[in-house]
């Protein structure tokens, strides 16, 4: 049944059903029951493309992540498509991996399906994205969590995992460590964040040398396991990961080695990830709230697409989880 049907059985013109279906200008309280009645019957639902054509919206936004088989980006997504699906927006969830050129396809794709909003989960795609790529999508708005691009149309939630790294550094050092290390496992945006909070605090601390201790390795169980060797040839107590997994894997190498964990080397872990407590013993690490994170995206993406947003960029202060690593 369409609109037309509708408005042969009820008696009414096509102007007067479409002002019903899409609740605008003024139909009668009769009128409209009448019509009602008719819709009602036929169990009649309308195309949300037609109602997207009328209404100037279709009701969808991507979520454009690196990996959703990485349990951070799962949690966020999980909760941004969640919140979005249960206010009726379609959500698309598109994985680019590290590449720049499936980047750009899927945001192609999303500018000719002429999506209402999208999210860019993780800092990575500071780099993935460049003035090309944003160009398609100029009109559209775009909300970064945990990264920021100078545009316009986007909007960021920030977590100041510089500060979190901050808090891991000063409590090594206030349990006695007297050789702290750093360990970056990632090229993104976020880890120079991390990387920079790291250094204040251990020139703070009175290291003058505080970038020689600074460390890169790749992210995983065997990334922690290879700086791992070589940090126990330096002679490090105190480790500072800006990842878990990695600081799982680093923990593992030395507790083969013989080594006790904390007493002869201790270590804090970043995300507050499913594996910082799966792991034996269980892993300090900086909770940089996901979930927060995650509901602040789309409150602010809301906000953007329905012309309400006040604040360009949020930021969070993520805090320490204190475990047996320390």
């Avoid at 050129?101 to 192609?108: G, P, Q, S, T, V």
């Avoid at 953007?304 to 475990?323: D, G, H, S, V, Y």
Wanted: hydrophobic share 35%.
């Amino acid at each position: 049944m369409n609109i037309y049907d509708i408005a042969k059985e009820a008696g009414v013109s096509i102007t007067t059903v479409s002002r019903v279906l899409n609740n605008k200008g003024y139909v009668s309280e009769k009128t409209r029951k009448k019509i009602q009645e008719v819709l009602d019957k036929n169990e009649y639902q309308p195309s949300e493309i037609a109602r997207g054509l009328v209404s100037g919206s279709m009701k969808t936004v991507a979520i454009i992540v690196v990996d959703i088989r990485v349990p951070h980006y799962a949690l966020t997504s999980y909760i941004m498509e969640q919140q979005l699906s249960e206010l009726g927006y379609m959500v698309f969830v598109c994985n680019t991996g590290e590449k720049q050129e499936a980047c750009r396809r899927y945001l192609k794709m999303l500018s000719k399906r002429k999506v209402d909003g999208i999210i860019l989960v993780g800092s990575i795609f500071n780099y993935l994205c460049d003035d090309e790529m944003m160009n398609l999508l100029s009109d559209t708005p775009i909300v970064m969590a945990n990264g920021k691009i100078e545009r316009e149309n986007v909007y960021s939630v920030l977590v100041d995992e510089g500060y979190g790294m901050e808090l891991a550094t000063k409590h090594l050092h206030e349990r006695g460590c007297k050789k702290i290390a750093h360990i970056i496992d990632k090229h993104t945006n976020s880890a120079d964040r991390k990387m920079r909070g790291f250094l204040r605090e251990m020139q703070r601390l009175g290291y003058e040398d505080a970038k020689e201790h600074v460390y890169r390795t790749t992210y995983g169980m065997k990334g922690g396991a290879d700086i791992a060797k070589i940090l126990y040839q330096k002679g490090y107590d105190g480790v500072v990961f800006e990842e878990d997994l990695t600081a799982v894997g680093a923990m593992n190498t030395w507790r083969k080695m013989g080594l006790r964990i904390p007493e002869d080397i201790a270590l804090t872990g970043c995300n507050n990830s499913e594996y910082s407590f799966i792991c034996n013993p269980e892993l300090t690490t900086v909770n940089n709230k996901g979930e927060v994170l995650s509901e602040l995206t789309v409150q602010l993406l809301l906000d953007a697409m329905t012309k309400k947003q006040e604040l360009k960029t949020l930021t969070i202060l993520p805090e320490l989880i204190k475990r047996e690593t320390t």
